[in-house]
Nanobody, 116 residues
Framework: QVQLVESGGGLVQPGGSLRLSCVAS????????MNWYRQAPGKEREFVAA????????NYADAVKGRFTISRANAKSTVYLQMSSLKSEDTAVYYC????WGQGVWGQGTQVTVSS
């Protein structure tokens, strides 16, 4: 059974940091591009970051460049999102994602709230 499980969300003050994790199971993790998306209240889900299967190619949304870092540990079937200099507008549910045989696979999401 293909599964993605996110963790690491929480409440953080503006300017703070959090690290999200996503553990994958049920597929050969090291063969797939992994993505992070987020969805803020009342808004559509948006792309945050992507990392190639080997970790050598990375893309970020303009809104998070220079503040967020995506990485992966293939031996642990885990992808990470290190978030720094957090802003209130980063408040959202963060989702891990991949595509297998053309089908999107999503985790349940983890809530990140940036507030003083």
């Amino acid at each position: 059974q293909v599964q993605l499980v996110e963790s690491g969300g929480g409440l953080v003050q503006p300017g703070g940091s959090l690290r999200l994790s996503c553990v994958a199971s049920g597929f050969t993790f090291s063969s797939y591009i992994m993505n992070w998306y987020r969805q803020a209240p009342g808004k559509e889900r948006e792309f945050v970051a992507a990392i190639s299967n080997a970790g050598d190619r990375i893309n970020y949304a303009d809104a998070v460049k220079g503040r967020f870092t995506i990485s992966r540990a293939n031996a642990k079937s885990t992808v990470y999102l290190q978030m720094s200099s957090l802003k209130s507008e980063d408040t959202a549910v963060y989702y891990c994602n991949t595509r297998i045989w053309g089908q999107g696979v999503w985790g349940q999401g983890t809530q990140v709230t940036v507030s003083s």
